[in-house]
């Protein structure tokens, strides 16, 4: 993040997480209190806190453990996409990473007490039409979700989706896991009071101004950025005999946008941002659905075009993920991912404060010194894992490294059955066809 960030942006993303922390704790420990309950902190001993993601993108739930500066292992993460998991590596370091959450197996995931998924929300959007809700080839990550929930049986699962699945909630009930004796008290009614005042406790905190989480307009990635557009633009402007002249008025008329863009940009400045200043709407979208911010950012999707009003200009894909409080890595690691990457990093991934909020009003349910008590030290040798990445103390080794456990005689007898295997394959390959000639020999006597 050194050389990326102004130091006033990077101090403002650095500075909520202690506070958010304090005021849970202290709005937790208050309401314990008065139902006469006794319990510690929301404190952890070093490593005690041991931390499983699937469908990972940025690992946001790591970043705000981390913000929070609350004592926490990272065990295992997950991602189907391969830049998603080279950011993982060269940012948090779990200690095992996995590829696909449908085809490992649980017995190779080392145990963890809090998990987080932010599994595809397409199936259960209300925005698609005709889905088949489980049925649909994309909720088989919901579904391998659960499966990891009984397998490991962790004290809280903390999943991010659409409100749409709320349609789906009386079919997966049944498998949803109870952890009644980590539980504080088994009152649904009380329950809800806690989780009511830890967000209240934080609902106090200041909200930062869009304009305070943007980058200058001096900055190298937005000057990049607008290059990029711009060469983009002139690749276009080839391909086309008339170009269409602006509709947007000359603030916007520099910008990078499609017919249809400019018409739903004109349509957000003649109505929703009718005499506002400074507002950010998304023109990916359609008219009647096109988000729109007033002094906020809106909604972020991977292919989200987002205008800026007061600076006229576009959200950059490093943007993307600071509005979700992910800082950027240094940028000799920056230079290894795409722009399209990195856009979809940032409209993928979940908001770093609003996952801290959901992980603080869970652990404020639950006993601390019984959470505690189900983690083991973080220390641990390597463990070979049988997907495509081994992790151990060390650094990430691909799987053609040897194991720590492989002696001299079971690589000898591995090295001895695959040239067994492939001798059989070799005379399968020449006794095939002869069989074959026989048996058009014998065809023709008869």
Same mark, same amino acid.
């Given at each position: 993040?050194?050389?990326?960030?102004?130091?006033?942006?990077?101090?403002?993303?650095?500075?909520?997480?202690?506070?958010?922390l304090?005021c849970?704790?202290?709005?937790?420990?208050?309401?314990?209190?008065?139902?006469?309950?006794?319990d510690?902190?929301?404190?952890?001993?070093?490593?005690?806190?041991r931390?499983?993601?699937? !469908?990972?993108?940025? &690992?946001?739930?790591?970043?705000?453990?981390?913000?929070?500066?609350?004592a926490?292992?990272?065990?295992?993460?997950c991602?189907?996409?391969?830049?998603?998991?080279?950011?993982?590596?060269?940012?948090?370091?779990?200690?095992?990473?996995?590829?696909?959450?449908?085809?490992?197996k649980h017995?190779?995931?080392?145990? !963890?007490n809090?998990y987080?998924?932010?599994?595809p929300?397409?199936?259960?959007?209300?925005?698609h039409n005709?889905?088949?809700?489980?049925?649909? /080839?994309?909720?088989?990550?919901?579904?391998?979700?659960?499966?990891?929930?009984?397998a490991?049986?962790?004290?809280?699962?903390i999943?991010e989706?659409v409100?749409g699945?709320?349609? !789906?909630? &009386?079919?997966?009930?049944?498998?949803?896991?109870?952890?009644? &004796?980590?539980?504080?008290?088994?009152?649904?009614?009380?329950?809800?009071?806690?989780?009511?005042?830890?967000?209240?406790a934080?609902?106090?905190?200041?909200?930062?101004?869009?304009?305070?989480?943007?980058?200058?307009?001096?900055?190298?990635?937005?000057r990049?950025?607008?290059?990029n557009?711009?060469?983009?633009?002139?690749?276009?402007?080839?391909?086309?005999?008339?170009?269409?002249?602006?509709?947007?008025?000359?603030?916007?008329?520099?910008?990078?946008?499609?017919?249809?863009q400019q018409?739903?940009?004109?349509?957000?400045?003649?109505?929703?941002?009718?005499g506002? +200043?400074?507002?950010?709407?998304d023109v +990916?979208?359609?008219e009647?659905?096109?988000?729109?911010?007033?002094?906020l950012?809106?909604c972020?999707?991977?292919?989200?075009?987002?205008?800026l009003?007061?600076?006229?200009?576009?959200?950059?894909?490093?943007? /993307?993920?600071l509005?979700?409080?992910?800082?950027?890595?240094?940028v000799?690691?920056?230079?290894n991912?795409?722009?399209?990457?990195?856009?979809?990093?940032?409209?993928?991934?979940?908001?770093?404060?609003?996952?801290?909020t959901?992980?603080?009003?869970?652990l404020?349910?639950?006993?601390?010194?019984?959470?505690?008590?189900?983690?083991?030290?973080?220390?641990?040798? =390597?463990?070979?894992?049988?997907?495509?990445?081994?992790y151990?103390?060390?650094?990430?080794?691909?799987?053609?490294?040897?194991?720590?456990?492989?002696?001299?005689?079971?690589? =000898?007898?591995?090295?001895s059955?695959?040239?067994a295997? /492939?001798?059989?394959?070799?005379r399968?390959?020449i006794?095939?066809?002869?069989?074959?000639?026989?048996?058009?020999?014998?065809?023709?006597?008869?």
């Amino acid at each position: 993040m050194a050389g990326l960030l102004p130091t006033e942006l990077k101090r403002a993303m650095e500075a909520w997480g202690s506070t958010f922390l304090a005021c849970a704790s202290k709005a937790r420990q208050s309401f314990v209190a008065e139902s006469g309950l006794q319990d510690r902190p929301l404190e952890f001993a070093s490593g005690r806190l041991r931390v499983g993601s699937d !469908c990972s993108g940025v &690992d946001a739930p790591i970043w705000g453990l981390r913000q929070m500066k609350m004592a926490h292992c990272h065990v295992w993460s997950c991602d189907i996409e391969e830049y998603s998991r080279r950011w993982i590596k060269a940012s948090n370091q779990p200690r095992q990473m996995f590829e696909d959450m449908l085809k490992r197996k649980h017995a190779d995931l080392l145990p !963890c007490n809090i998990y987080y998924c932010g599994f595809p929300c397409k199936p259960y959007s209300v925005l698609h039409n005709n889905s088949k809700f489980f049925r649909d /080839k994309n909720a088989k990550p919901f579904q391998a979700l659960l499966d990891t929930m009984a397998a490991k049986q962790p004290a809280i699962g903390i999943f991010e989706n659409v409100k749409g699945l709320r349609r !789906c909630f &009386d079919q997966v009930k049944g498998r949803m896991l109870k952890a009644r &004796d980590m539980l504080l008290r088994e009152d649904a009614g009380w329950m809800v009071q806690m989780v009511t005042k830890v967000l209240g406790a934080l609902e106090t905190q200041d909200r930062q101004k869009l304009e305070k989480w943007l980058l200058p307009a001096d900055h190298a990635l937005v000057r990049q950025h607008q290059e990029n557009l711009r060469m983009r633009d002139e690749r276009r402007r080839n391909n086309v005999v008339d170009p269409l002249p602006s509709k947007v008025g000359p603030k916007f008329a520099s910008l990078s946008l499609t017919k249809k863009q400019q018409e739903r940009l004109q349509a957000v400045l003649r109505g929703k941002a009718n005499g506002h +200043s400074d507002f950010a709407t998304d023109v +990916s979208q359609s008219e009647d659905r096109a988000p729109t911010g007033f002094e906020l950012c809106p909604c972020i999707c991977p292919g989200s075009v987002i205008v800026l009003s007061r600076p006229g200009r576009l959200l950059t894909p490093e943007e /993307k993920l600071l509005m979700h409080g992910v800082p950027l890595l240094p940028v000799q690691d920056m230079a290894n991912f795409s722009q399209a990457q990195i856009a979809s990093l940032g409209g993928n991934t979940m908001h770093t404060a609003a996952v801290a909020t959901a992980t603080l009003c869970a652990l404020a349910l639950v006993k601390v010194a019984a959470l505690d008590s189900t983690g083991a030290a973080c220390e641990m040798p =390597a463990v070979r894992i049988r997907q495509r990445w081994i992790y151990g103390n060390g650094p990430l080794a691909h799987k053609g490294a040897k194991s720590a456990k492989q002696t001299p005689r079971k690589r =000898a007898m591995k090295t001895s059955a695959k040239r067994a295997m /492939k001798e059989k394959q070799k005379r399968a390959k020449i006794v095939e066809p002869r069989r074959a000639m026989k048996a058009n020999a014998n065809l023709k006597r008869g």
